[in-house]
C-alpha cells in the first residue's frame, strides 16, 4: 500500500550536504509519528533523476540538495506536489529555504543559511502538509 505522502530528495553522489539531508530524513521516517511519509531519492546527476528534477520545476539547481513534499491521489495513485498554504518566500524556521509555492526545503547556501537543512527546518515542512 502506497503512504500518502512522498518526499521527493533531489541530490548527487559525493555531496556531504546531500548525505546529511538523506540521513536526516531516514532517521526521522523510522519515528512512528511519521510513518505517513516515505522518502524517495533522485540523484540529479542519472536520467531518471534529472527528469524528476526538471518535472519539479521549482527548485534552483543551485540550491541542491533540496525536498519536495508529494501528495498520493488516489484516482491515479500518482503523487504530486503539495501547494504552499502560506507562499511567502522567508519562513521563521526555514529562512530562504522554504520553496515558494510548494511544500518542500532547498539549500540556502548564502551567509545566513549556511548551507544546512536542520532537522527542525524539516518537521516544520512535513507538519505543514498535515494542517
Not at 17 to 27: A, F, G, H, S, Y
Not at 41 to 70: H, K
Not at 81 to 104: E, M, T
Amino acid at each position: 500500500m502506497k503512504k500518502p505522502y512522498k518526499i521527493k530528495v533531489f541530490g548527487k553522489e559525493g555531496c556531504a550536504k546531500c548525505k546529511t539531508l538523506n540521513q536526516r530524513l531516514d532517521k526521522l521516517l523510522e519515528e512512528k509519528e511519521w510513518n505517513d511519509f516515505e522518502k524517495e531519492y533522485c540523484d540529479v546527476e542519472t536520467v531518471d533523476g534529472l527528469v524528476a528534477f526538471a518535472s519539479a520545476e521549482c527548485i534552483n539547481p543551485q540550491r541542491i540538495p533540496a525536498m519536495l513534499v508529494t501528495r498520493l491521489q488516489e484516482e491515479t495513485g500518482t503523487y504530486i506536489p503539495v501547494p504552499s498554504r502560506d507562499p511567502r518566500p522567508r519562513c521563521a524556521v526555514c529562512g530562504k529555504s522554504k520553496l515558494y509555492q510548494y511544500v518542500g526545503l532547498q539549500t540556502d547556501y548564502s551567509d545566513e543559511g549556511k548551507g544546512t537543512i536542520s532537522p527542525k527546518m524539516i518537521t516544520t515542512v512535513l507538519q505543514e502538509v498535515r494542517a
